[in-house]
């Protein structure tokens, strides 16, 4: 019932920024808790950022002051701001959404981050 896609992911120089947006399909974005994580080959999915049901934000704190959250309604899309990036942040980018007391997620997108 409930859809979430990535996209926005690509090639970006060290020190660049790159906008990535997650697309909901069956649920209006501004009444939900929604947020991104990204995860490595081999490693531990990291928690980056969420907006909560009531617009509370929260970072964590490898991006706070970085990278920004933000509902856009007119598109019903959660996108992630990235600014300043480094090599480090090199990762599958996903989003979720929760609902009824569920977790949902998209796909995921790839950033490549490099001189």
């Known amino acids: 019932q409930v859809q979430l896609v990535e996209s926005g992911g690509g090639l970006v120089q060290v020190g660049g920024t790159l906008t990535l947006s997650c697309v909901v399909r069956?649920?209006?974005?501004?009444?939900?808790?929604m947020g991104w994580y990204r995860q490595t080959p081999g490693t531990q999915r990291e928690w980056l950022a969420t907006?909560?049901?009531?617009?509370?934000?929260l970072y964590g704190d490898s991006v706070k002051g970085r990278f920004t959250i933000a509902r856009n309604h007119a598109n019903n899309t959660v996108d992630l701001q990235m600014n300043r990036l480094k090599r480090s942040d090199t990762a599958v980018y996903s989003c979720?959404?929760?609902?009824?007391?569920?977790?949902?997620w998209g796909q995921g997108t790839q950033v490549t981050v490099s001189s």
């Open positions: 069956g649920i209006v974005v501004s009444r939900q808790t």
């Open positions: 907006i909560t049901n009531d617009d509370t934000i």
């Open positions: 979720f959404v929760d609902m009824w007391g569920t977790r949902s």
